[in-house]
T-cell receptor, first 115, second 117 residues
Framework: DVKVTQSSRYLVKRTGEKVFLECVQD?????MFWYRQDPGLGLRLIYF???????EKGDIPEGYSVSREKKERFSLILESASTNQTSMYLC??????????????FGPGTRLTVL | AQKITQTQPGMFVQEKEAVTLDCTYD???????LFWYKQPSSGEMIFLIY??????QNATEGRYSLNFQKARKSANLVISASQLGDSAMYFC??????????????FGQGTELSVKP
C-alpha cells in the first residue's frame, strides 16, 4: 500500500521557535509538495521539489524553507514560528511523468498551533 | 483572479440521492488536468477522479462522475446514490501545462458535503 507519512499529527510550538515538519514517502516519487490548509482558502502550495536537492517556491513561501537531501524525504522548516503560521500542513508526492493523470498522494497532515 | 472556484461552501443531500458539486476553472493553457479529492474528518486527502483537457469522454469512477463542460470551463463532480460515508470536504484542483514535470496543483476553496440519513 502506497504511503506518505508525516512526523506528527499535532504539534504545539511557541512563537519564535524553529519548527521542523518531516514527510516521507515510500513510492519512489520524484515530486514532493508542501501545502497549508486554512478554512475557506483551500490548500495553498508553499514549496515543492521535483528532485533531490531541488526546490521551487510555491504561492506562499514567505516564512518557510525546505530541504530535500534524500528522494523519499521532504522537510518543511519554519525558521521562526509565528502565530499566523498556525494551520494544517499537508505533504504530498507524485510521479514526475508528463501528460497524464499523475495524481498526488497525501499524508495525514500535521495540525500546527503556534502560541 | 481565482483559478479554481467552488461556489458552494456547504451542501446537504439525502442518503441514496445524487448530488452535484460545482467547480469552475480559469486557464489559457490548452493542456490541463482536473482532479477531485475527498477529505474526511480524519484529514487525509483521497484522490477520486481525473479529467484531462483532451479527454473526449467524461470521466467516471464507480459512483463518481465528472461533468466536464470545456466551453463553460466547468468540471462538476456528481456523486450518485449518496452514502453516509460520503460526508466530507471535497476539493476541485487543476494542473496546468500537463507536459511540465513539476505537477503543481491549484486547489479550490472546498465544499463541505453532509449526507443526511
Amino acid at each position: 500500500d502506497v504511503k506518505v507519512t508525516q512526523s506528527s499529527r499535532y504539534l504545539v510550538k511557541r512563537t519564535g521557535e524553529k519548527v521542523f515538519l518531516e514527510c516521507v514517502q515510500d513510492m519512489d516519487h520524484e515530486n514532493m509538495f508542501w501545502y497549508r490548509q486554512d478554512p475557506g482558502l483551500g490548500l495553498r502550495l508553499i514549496y515543492f521539489s521535483y528532485d533531490v536537492k531541488m526546490k521551487e517556491k510555491g504561492d506562499i513561501p514567505e516564512g518557510y524553507s525546505v530541504s530535500r537531501e534524500k528522494k523519499e524525504r521532504f522537510s518543511l522548516i519554519l525558521e521562526s514560528a509565528s502565530t499566523n503560521q498556525t494551520s494544517m500542513y499537508l505533504c504530498a508526492s507524485s510521479l514526475r511523468g508528463t501528460g497524464g493523470r499523475n495524481e498526488q498522494f497525501f499524508g495525514p497532515g500535521t495540525r500546527l498551533t503556534v502560541l | 483572479a481565482q483559478k479554481i472556484t467552488q461556489t458552494q461552501p456547504g451542501m446537504f443531500v439525502q442518503e441514496k440521492e445524487a448530488v452535484t458539486l460545482d467547480c469552475t476553472y480559469d486557464t489559457s493553457d490548452p493542456s490541463y488536468g482536473l482532479f477531485w479529492y475527498k477529505q474526511p474528518s480524519s484529514g487525509e486527502m483521497i484522490f477520486l477522479i481525473y479529467q484531462g483537457s483532451y479527454d473526449q469522454q467524461n470521466a467516471t469512477e464507480g459512483r463518481y462522475s465528472l461533468n466536464f463542460q470545456k466551453a463553460r470551463k466547468s468540471a462538476n463532480l456528481v456523486i450518485s446514490a449518496s452514502q453516509l460515508g460520503d460526508s466530507a470536504m471535497y476539493f476541485c484542483a487543476m494542473r496546468e501545462d500537463l507536459y511540465n514535470q513539476g505537477g503543481k496543483l491549484i486547489f479550490g476553496q472546498g465544499t463541505e458535503l453532509s449526507v443526511k440519513p
